[in-house]
């Protein structure tokens, strides 16, 4: 006999899941206390690094119904949460979604709920890439310094270079500029 799960989360421990167990129980679904999995977790933090859903995953079998309130309950983007249902889905667990109608995600309508949510998450992954390299293109047409300052002046480079010459250590000469090794390392790649 299938058994239903609810999996409930919140970014912050201040927090409460509450309301969203509340929510399941209006919306008609009865979850068992003991099968209702709640923490406090980031929603940065994929499905499958957090602790309370690695137990969700060691409970939940095949045939079994796993009840959230919202997609973003289940992964921090379109991708991460189609990754979780697909992993769900290939385990035999049936995922529904409140906040899409109850829907089933891993039925037909829910495969495609998935994969139009996806669609729209890469086109505004797309439009951001475009707008970001848009955005560089032109600060470096207008002479913008790109990037992170470097540590070591003009007049520095020359002083690094100078001890290199000299015999000194890369170690040595990082330490005397307070700077790391890599970086003086890059100024000597820099200079042949």
Do not use: W
Request: aromatic share 4%; net charge positive.
């Amino acid at each position: 006999m299938p058994r239903t799960f609810a999996y409930v989360r919140v970014s912050t421990a201040d927090q409460r899941t509450e309301n969203q167990v509340r929510e399941i129980e209006s919306a008609g679904f009865v979850v068992d206390k003991k099968r209702v999995i709640s923490e406090a977790i980031s929603g940065s933090v994929s499905a499958d690094q957090r602790p309370g859903f690695a137990k969700l995953l060691d409970r939940i079998e095949e045939g079994d119904v796993l009840i959230v309130t919202k997609l973003d309950r289940l992964g921090r983007n379109a991708m991460d949460v189609r990754t979780t249902v697909e992993s769900l889905a290939s385990k035999g667990v049936r995922v529904h979604c409140l906040a899409l109608g109850g829907v089933d995600l891993t039925s037909a309508a829910g495969r495609m709920t998935m994969q139009v949510l996806g669609a729209v998450a890469e086109f505004e992954r797309d439009l951001l890439i475009e707008r970001t390299n848009s955005g560089i293109a032109r600060a470096r047409a207008e002479g913008k310094a790109m990037g992170r300052p470097s540590a070591l002046s003009e007049a520095k480079r020359a002083q690094v270079l100078r001890l290199l010459e000299e015999g000194a250590s890369v170690a040595s000469v990082a330490r005397l500029y307070g700077t790391s090794r890599q970086t003086v390392m890059r100024v000597r790649t820099a200079a042949t």
